[in-house]
């Protein structure tokens, strides 16, 4: 028989993250083990004191039984007790938090939940593709903001169509901001929320590096500008490497929490209990937290510098685990992806382009850099880093 994928999966463009892991396996066909700055997936070991935890939990969970869909009343009020430690919110666990299965799943599907198809939905390019993936498995239409260098990468609200905020049910924001790095400030949250409160539209913050800073300053959460129409999609992921854990969270507004709820218990069974018990152990510390931050404080210091004596001018980035490495004067961001694959300096980074969705006109804005994913260890960051600087542009 004939085997027809759905046209919504054959339309989908080619997952950028391909053509990295191409690019890389050539290499290493050539006996060269590249230096792989391209997935941003830090492979470094799960804290210890969480893998116990887990541990502990599997014999307390000996019988399995299904998941609670929204998340157990003791993980719900972990995240309530952290997001007041961390931010100052007054989070209602039992109905202003949601478990997600990792932000990933709880973004793509939010949209089946709030999009009717025909709805606009507001996107930041470059951005994280479960954003639009989610809008056009919806039937819901895109429109992508440009994240400029000149406006700070943050997005021009007022250069927003008419037409298009009135069509729009949802924006999103992602900040720290991958890939720029730019760390957010309550003002600017605050001038998103008036926006949003004007133009009735879902303000839904991406925070999944909201525990990646570099400065003095920990970046807000835009649950602190308002919680009238704002829902905010973290997860341990990245806090507490547990990217293969997958256990995230959803905390706002409880009739978005509401909505999301009954959308989440028709499409999926929640996070394992046992992984919600091991991130209610991950949430009671911060020591792993800030061991983590400064070792991507020592990554980026590192490349940042290599870059600037090679030449090029330097984004160093306030927050997130990426730099956005403008590229040489003269070459496309392909062009500089291949120039730092070259076998002497074997170094992988994902074209700005590919990661980056055409916006009105056609102007692609990850055209003219890369993006490099500080998840080697110190020690081939240290390696690259001197085979970088030694390169002149
Ligand atoms: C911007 C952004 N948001 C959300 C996520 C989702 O992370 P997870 O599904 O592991 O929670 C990622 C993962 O790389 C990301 O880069």
């Given at each position: 028989?004939?085997?027809?994928?759905?046209?919504?999966?054959?339309?989908l463009p080619?997952?950028?993250?391909?053509?990295?892991k191409d690019?890389?396996?050539?290499?290493?066909?050539?006996g060269?083990?590249?230096?792989?700055?391209?997935?941003?997936?830090?492979?470094?070991?799960?804290?210890?004191?969480?893998?116990?935890?887990?541990?502990?939990?599997?014999d307390?969970?000996?019988?399995?039984?299904?998941?609670?869909?929204i998340?157990?009343?003791a993980?719900?009020?972990a995240?309530?007790?952290?997001?007041?430690?961390?931010f100052?919110l007054?989070l209602?666990?039992?109905?202003e938090i949601?478990s997600?299965?990792?932000?990933k799943?709880?973004?793509?599907?939010?949209?089946?939940?709030?999009v009717?198809?025909?709805?606009?939905?507001?996107?930041?390019?470059?951005?994280y593709?479960?954003y639009?993936?989610?809008?056009?498995?919806?039937?819901?239409?895109?429109?992508?903001?440009?994240?400029?260098?000149?406006?700070?990468?943050l997005?021009?609200?007022?250069?927003i169509?008419?037409?298009?905020?009135?069509?729009?049910r949802?924006?999103?924001?992602?900040?720290?901001?991958?890939?720029?790095?730019?760390?957010?400030s309550?003002?600017?949250?605050?001038?998103?929320?008036?926006?949003?409160?004007?133009?009735?539209i879902?303000?839904?913050?991406?925070?999944a590096?909201?525990?990646?800073?570099?400065?003095?300053?920990?970046?807000?959460?835009?649950?602190q500008?308002?919680?009238?129409?704002?829902?905010?999609?973290?997860?341990?992921s990245?806090?507490?490497?547990?990217t293969?854990?997958?256990?995230?969270?959803?905390?706002?507004?409880?009739?978005?929490?509401?909505?999301f709820?009954?959308?989440?218990?028709?499409?999926?069974?929640?996070?394992?209990?046992?992984?919600?018990?091991s991130a209610?152990?991950?949430f009671?510390?911060?020591t792993h937290?800030?061991?983590?931050?400064?070792?991507y404080?020592?990554?980026?210091?590192?490349?940042?510098?290599?870059f600037?004596?090679a030449?090029l001018?330097?984004?160093?980035p306030?927050g997130?685990?990426?730099?956005w490495?403008?590229?040489?004067t003269?070459?496309?961001?392909?062009?500089?992806?291949?120039?730092?694959?070259?076998?002497?300096?074997?170094?992988?980074?994902?074209?700005?382009?590919?990661?980056?969705?055409?916006?009105?006109?056609?102007?692609?804005?990850?055209?003219?850099?890369?993006?490099?994913?500080?998840?080697?260890?110190?020690e081939?960051?240290?390696?690259?880093?001197e085979r970088?600087?030694?390169?002149r542009?």
């Amino acid at each position: 028989m004939e085997i027809k994928a759905a046209k919504r999966i054959s339309a989908l463009p080619v997952y950028a993250f391909k053509l990295v892991k191409d690019a890389v396996a050539e290499l290493e066909a050539k006996g060269i083990t590249p230096i792989d700055f391209g997935v941003g997936d830090p492979a470094i070991p799960t804290p210890a004191l969480i893998r116990e935890a887990t541990k502990v939990a599997l014999d307390e969970r000996a019988s399995s039984g299904y998941p609670s869909y929204i998340g157990e009343l003791a993980f719900r009020e972990a995240v309530a007790k952290w997001s007041q430690r961390r931010f100052g919110l007054n989070l209602d666990p039992k109905t202003e938090i949601s478990s997600t299965i990792g932000s990933k799943e709880g973004i793509f599907n939010f949209h089946e939940a709030f999009v009717n198809p025909g709805d606009t939905v507001i996107i930041p390019s470059p951005g994280y593709p479960p954003y639009s993936r989610g809008t056009w498995f919806s039937e819901g239409k895109t429109w992508f903001y440009p994240l400029d260098e000149e406006n700070g990468f943050l997005p021009d609200l007022e250069a927003i169509p008419a037409d298009v905020a009135e069509a729009a049910r949802i924006i999103w924001i992602n900040y720290p901001n991958s890939p720029s790095g730019v760390s957010p400030s309550l003002d600017f949250y605050k001038r998103v929320y008036q926006w949003t409160q004007k133009h009735n539209i879902i303000l839904a913050s991406d925070e999944a590096y909201s525990e990646f800073y570099f400065g003095d300053e920990q970046p807000p959460t835009a649950l602190q500008a308002g919680r009238d129409g704002v829902i905010v999609f973290n997860s341990l992921s990245k806090r507490s490497a547990m990217t293969g854990y997958r256990v995230g969270w959803v905390a706002g507004d409880e009739r978005i929490v509401e909505v999301f709820r009954k959308m989440k218990t028709n499409t999926d069974s929640g996070t394992p209990t046992f992984i919600q018990d091991s991130a209610i152990a991950a949430f009671g510390d911060e020591t792993h937290v800030d061991e983590m931050r400064e070792q991507y404080r020592v990554k980026r210091d590192l490349m940042t510098a290599a870059f600037e004596k090679a030449g090029l001018k330097v984004n160093s980035p306030e927050g997130t685990l990426y730099i956005w490495q403008r590229v040489p004067t003269g070459m496309t961001s392909q062009e500089f992806a291949s120039e730092l694959m070259k076998p002497e300096i074997a170094v992988v980074t994902t074209p700005g382009n590919l990661i980056a969705e055409e916006v009105d006109g056609g102007r692609n804005p990850g055209e003219g850099y890369v993006r490099l994913a500080l998840t080697p260890t110190i020690e081939n960051v240290k390696i690259a880093a001197e085979r970088i600087s030694r390169m002149r542009f």
